[in-house]
């Protein structure tokens, strides 16, 4: 039994470190980390701005809502077009869309020019391009890594990424002390740049490489493809569910996605250090589950993985009731559950990818991998909309107390799928 012990930890140390063979993921890894990097100093320049610039619980639940509406938009367009053009193109691309707006941004704002429908129209455009980023990357990671290593890559990929925000969280304030607010989305804006680069380099292996166009695209009209795309999906019904769940817990977190700097400027009775604080915390619980699930993931079924991640999610979450009324300053406790929820999420998360991408044809996954964001993210823009109205009426901790007890659900629902409980 020790023999047996020591060869599997042996291989999956080899299967960690045979990765790096892979350049061309690796590639897509450093762009993906450069990105998040910056994602993660705009995540609180941007919005401290807003909420300084507004003042309003509502206007800051409609620009979250925002971001989500293109996806479900677009998505049914998107997803197609995706699997028609070289995936490497569409994430090239649309880095730099990005990176110019974001800039604009920042500029903008800088110049005292930025008025709030100007956030309304730069978040639109920006959600959009997203829209062709994220299928194109889904589709373009199981054409650089074999199937066997795509749980390990899938871990270090969120593994390294949450490092880089960890980085990046860690020097925003003091990158919006030195630079202000604008000099800080201005870096995020410049990263985009940085990480095009990188995709730039991306070669897809010629046994897959990709064509404009396959024989079998040439043969479909562009209807055709979305349809079978849906078909796939709603004749999946382990696939559905999980798409139907993942839309479910969108809803649930809106409250604490849309309302946490004022849960921090109310409840904490901090600034942009405690959101910068929960921020870390966060981060770090996902490094840790990260690190875990590239290691022992493959040891434990995928349902175990994701039905504990969900039940660990609802019941930190839940939890960030209680700083308000207990004697422990309340900046000590709240850090606490924010590492709970990051330990949660790649647990829930991860294996689901992973087992998306086993599953659906490679020649599918763009399109597929676009209605299950669509799909996912509906149930966003209504949650937005109703924390900011409730934000007005209900106190923050009270609305994170009742979302998160609700995020338990799914994991006891799952637990009665027979089928999901064999993934």
Not at 194 to 207: H, Q, R, S
Not at 351 to 376: C, D, Q
């Amino acid at each position: 039994m020790r023999a047996e012990a020591l060869t599997k930890r042996k291989s999956i140390t080899n299967g960690l470190s045979g990765l790096t063979k892979h350049k061309s993921f690796m590639y897509l890894l450093i762009s993906r980390t450069i990105s998040r990097f910056g994602d993660s100093i705009d995540s609180i320049a941007y919005s401290w701005m807003v909420y300084t610039l507004t003042g309003s619980k509502l206007m800051m639940g409609s620009l979250f809502a925002l971001n989500f509406v293109p996806s479900i938009m677009f998505s049914f367009f998107t997803g197609a077009l995706v699997d028609r053009w070289s995936k490497r193109h569409v994430v090239l691309f649309t880095s730099l869309g990005r990176g110019l707006l974001v800039i604009l941004t920042a500029v903008l704002y800088g110049l005292s020019l930025l008025q709030p429908w100007h956030l309304y129209v730069l978040t639109f455009l920006i959600s959009t391009l997203e829209c062709f980023t994220a299928p194109a990357e889904i589709a373009l990671v199981p054409r650089l890594l074999p199937k066997e290593k795509l749980l390990s890559g899938n871990s270090i990929s969120t593994t390294v990424s949450r490092v880089s925000e960890l980085a990046g969280l860690a020097v925003a304030g003091g990158i919006i002390a030195i630079a202000g607010i604008s000099g800080a989305i201005l870096i995020d804006g410049l990263t985009f740049f940085a990480a095009a680069a990188f995709i730039f380099m991306i070669k897809v292996p010629a046994e897959t490489a990709e064509t404009p166009v396959s024989k079998v695209i040439e043969k479909t009209s562009l209807l055709q493809e979305i349809r079978i795309g849906f078909k796939f999906i709603f004749a999946n019904k382990l696939i559905l569910t999980i798409v139907l769940i993942a839309a479910y817990v969108n809803f649930c977190l809106s409250p604490y996605n849309v309302l946490n700097p004022v849960y921090v400027d109310e409840i904490l009775k901090s600034g942009p250090v405690g959101l910068s604080l929960l921020g870390i915390t966060l981060l770090s619980g996902m490094v840790v589950s990260g690190i875990w699930l590239s290691r022992k993931g493959d040891s434990y079924k995928k349902s175990r993985l994701i039905i504990a991640g969900y039940m660990l999610l609802g019941a930190s979450y839940a939890l960030f009731y209680l700083p308000a009324y207990l004697p422990i300053p309340p900046l000590y406790l709240a850090p606490l559950f924010s590492f709970g929820m990051g330990i949660a999420v790649p647990l829930a998360s991860t294996p689901s990818t992973t087992y998306f991408m086993e599953t659906v044809p490679k020649e599918l996954l763009g399109r597929v991998g676009a209605l299950y964001s669509m799909i996912s993210s509906c149930a966003i823009p209504l949650g937005s909309l109703l924390a900011g109205v409730m934000g007005e009426q209900i106190q923050i901790h009270a609305l994170y107390l009742c979302f998160g007890l609700f995020l338990i659900i799914p994991g006891f629902l799952l637990m009665r799928h027979r089928s999901f409980m064999k993934l």
